[in-house]
């Protein structure tokens, strides 16, 4: 069992800069790759998943992104503080969302793939 903790989301102007951290407990962090997910509001009522942000492989080795975060965004890790981070620069209101921390033994870019989940962070970007 992993519990997962996302912190730093906020109120935004377009073109700030924001860093999301998501603290981990429970089983051995570097077991898993640590991805990051995100969902706009209002679109769970709407049955839309959850869109691929980023991922980090186990020891940070290897990173992905969805095309529409590249150059923006960077996603890394901290095995020995047990945290996984997102930063996210040159913000746009198109990225407003609450932000999911989720890990999964395997990478995958698809939500039903997850093995376990936080509560998620609110971004909110305004123009």
């Known amino acids: 069992q992993v519990q997962l903790v996302e912190s730093g989301g906020g109120l935004v102007q377009s073109g700030d800069s924001l860093r999301l951290s998501c603290a981990a407990s429970?089983?051995?962090?570097?077991?898993?790759?640590m991805s990051w997910f995100r969902q706009a509001p209002g679109k769970e009522r709407e049955g839309k998943e959850r869109?691929?942000?980023?991922?980090?492989?186990?020891?940070?080795?290897?990173?992905y992104y969805a095309d529409f975060v590249k150059d923006r965004f960077t996603i890394s890790r901290d095995n020995a503080k047990n945290t996984v981070y997102l930063q996210m620069n040159s913000l746009k209101s198109e990225d407003t969302a609450v932000y999911y921390c989720?890990?999964?033994?395997?990478?995958?870019?698809?939500?039903?793939?997850?093995?376990?989940w936080g509560e998620g962070t609110l971004v909110t970007v305004s123009s």
């Open positions: 989720a890990a999964s033994l395997k990478y995958y870019n698809d939500y039903r793939f997850m093995s376990y």
């Open positions: 869109e691929f942000v980023a991922a980090v492989w186990k020891a940070g080795e290897r990173t």
């Open positions: 429970g089983d051995t962090f570097s077991r898993y790759v």
